[in-house]
C-alpha cells in the first residue's frame, strides 16, 4: 500500500530549525515530483514548497523563499524540509503529498488540492514566540 510517512514536527523558539521528512512507500515515488503543504489552525491548507522527480526544479511559496529548503534522497525515497528561521506564522501541520502525474509547479497551482492523490497524515509544527 502507498504511504506518505511525515516525521520531525515539534514546538520550537521563533529563530530556530526544524527539518521535517516525508518517508515514501513504493519505489514509484522516485519518479512523482513531490511536495508540502500545510494547514494553520482555522485557515485552509496552502502549498509551502514542491520538487521535481529528480530535484532538478524546485518550487517555493513566496511566505518561506529562503527560509525553507526542499531536497530529496530517491535512494531513500525520503523528502525533506528543512526550515530556518522558523516565525510564529509558520505554525501548522505540515503536509506531505505526491501525485503520479503532477509536476512540481502543477503541485503549486493546483487549486483542488484533492485532485493530488497520496498524502500524509502530518506532522504538527509549533513555534512560540
Known amino acids: 500500500q502507498v504511504q506518505l510517512v511525515e516525521s520531525g514536527g515539534g514546538l520550537v523558539q521563533a529563530g530556530a530549525s526544524l527539518r521535517l521528512s516525508c518517508a515514501a512507500s513504493g519505489r514509484t515515488f522516485r519518479n512523482y515530483a513531490m511536495a508540502w503543504f500545510r494547514q494553520a489552525p482555522g485557515k485552509e491548507r496552502e502549498f509551502v514548497t514542491s520538487?521535481?522527480?529528480?530535484?532538478?526544479?524546485?518550487i517555493y511559496a513566496d511566505s518561506v523563499k529562503g527560509r525553507f529548503t526542499i531536497s530529496r534522497d530517491n535512494a531513500k525515497i525520503t523528502v525533506y524540509l528543512q526550515m530556518n528561521s522558523l516565525k510564529p506564522e509558520d505554525t501548522a501541520v505540515y503536509y506531505c503529498a505526491s501525485d503520479p502525474i503532477f509536476s512540481a509547479q502543477a503541485m503549486q497551482m493546483s487549486r483542488n488540492h484533492n485532485d493530488i492523490n497520496y498524502w500524509g497524515k502530518g506532522t504538527l509544527v509549533t513555534v512560540s514566540s
Open positions: 520538487i521535481s522527480w529528480n530535484g532538478g526544479n524546485t
